[in-house]
């Protein structure tokens, strides 16, 4: 199996309930790590490891998941086809059905509100290695585990409902054979867990585990949009993967501060902080570990710990 014939999905379908109020402003997928989209950094490096069988799933917001594809074919000549569902989100098993006669034999799923800089290659030899129905990326957690991994494979499902304690979580990465549709019942909304991590282990198909230990964030919620801000502003996370030509040529990049094209901030002073394309900073203005998006005009003030949108300052921990 090569690169080429895989089918990458991803999955930028949800609400983001625990990003609000930034998710009133545009979806969850649609939130910015250094002025770039983090559903076009999924896109992006799929595409530079070669693979050319795309997908997006969608249904909040349709119209701007729709003009992000169109700007990653006109900039960067990424391709991706849009799976838009209608009647109400079909969750990340769901999602999958719904796409059943788009895809390979192989499909890589990764969740557009994930950070990680697990290579694809290493989680792809891991699945053809294992010969496993599915191979999930695991992360280890201390407290608020979802699988328990043993000798690189699942051999049991935690429900945090009930029970916390330490193993892994699942990454919202994972390379799955077309088979496991067999797992997921109709076209009703079902999640991976419920469906062909439950069913499979009920089925004794084995599932295999790349356990990471470098970098993996969930970027759900606003404080965790800004960590990974300033975390791929300082290195911490590989910024590499960024698709540069997305936005225009940045006026500023560096360790301490990201300006993006025809962002306006003269006199404005900068500590760790992003500033999105098109903005503008009234002089006087101090920016302290904030995130400002593209196109925002701010207010002369001193902003800490902030994100700043286009009608909103969010203040986070």
């Known amino acids: 199996m090569g690169i080429s014939?895989?089918?990458?999905?991803?999955?930028s379908a949800g609400e983001g309930t625990r990003m609000k109020p930034l998710s009133n402003e545009r979806p969850k997928a649609l939130m910015p790590i250094l002025d770039v989209p983090q559903m076009s950094w999924h896109l992006s490096a799929l595409s530079t490891w070669g693979v050319s069988n795309l997908w997006v799933n969608c249904h909040f917001d349709v119209d701007m998941i729709q003009a992000e594809v169109h700007r990653l074919?006109?900039?960067?000549?990424?391709?991706?086809g849009i799976s838009f569902e209608e009647k109400e989100p079909l969750g990340t098993a769901g999602a999958l059905r719904k796409l059943s006669h788009q895809l390979t034999d192989t499909i890589l799923v990764v969740n557009s509100d994930i950070a990680c800089d697990v290579p694809l290659e290493r989680l792809l030899e891991a699945h053809r290695s294992s010969g496993?129905?599915?191979?999930?990326?695991?992360?280890?957690?201390?407290?608020?585990?979802?699988l328990v991994v043993e000798e690189g494979w699942v051999t049991g499902l935690?429900?945090?409902?009930?029970?916390?304690?330490?193993?892994?979580?699942?990454?919202?990465?994972?390379?799955?054979?077309?088979?496991?549709?067999?797992?997921?019942?109709?076209?009703?909304?079902?999640?991976?867990?419920?469906?062909?991590?439950?069913?499979?282990?009920?089925?004794?198909?084995?599932?295999a585990a790349l356990e990471w230990d470098g970098y993996w964030m969930d970027v759900g919620n606003?404080?965790?949009?800004?960590?990974?801000?300033?975390?791929?502003?300082?290195?911490?996370?590989?910024?590499?993967?960024?698709?540069?030509?997305?936005?225009?040529?940045?006026?500023?990049?560096?360790?301490?501060?990201?300006?993006?094209?025809e962002a306006v901030v003269e006199e404005v002073e900068l500590r760790h902080s992003v500033v999105g394309r098109g903005s503008r900073t009234e002089p006087g203005s101090k920016l302290e570990r904030c995130v400002v998006w593209d196109g925002a005009q701010v207010a002369r003030g001193h902003y800490r710990n902030s994100i700043i949108t286009g009608f909103a300052v969010v203040e986070v921990d």
Request: aromatic share 6%; proline share 6%; hydrophobic share 40%.
């Open 222 to 261: 606003p404080s965790a949009l800004l960590r990974i801000n300033l975390d791929t502003l300082s290195g911490g996370f590989d910024r590499s993967r960024r698709p540069v030509g997305l936005s225009g040529p940045a006026v500023r990049d560096d360790a301490t501060a990201f300006v993006g094209a």
């Open 158 to 207: 935690i429900n945090r409902q009930d029970l916390w304690q330490t193993g892994h979580i699942y990454g919202g990465m994972g390379v799955f054979d077309k088979k496991v549709l067999d797992l997921i019942p109709s076209d009703d909304p079902s999640g991976l867990y419920e469906t062909v991590f439950l069913r499979g282990m009920e089925a004794s198909h084995p599932f």
């Open 5 to 11: 014939e895989l089918t990458g999905v991803v999955l």
């Open 73 to 80: 074919t006109e900039t960067l000549g990424i391709e991706a």
């Open 132 to 146: 496993a129905l599915a191979t999930l990326l695991a992360i280890p957690s201390s407290d608020r585990a979802d």
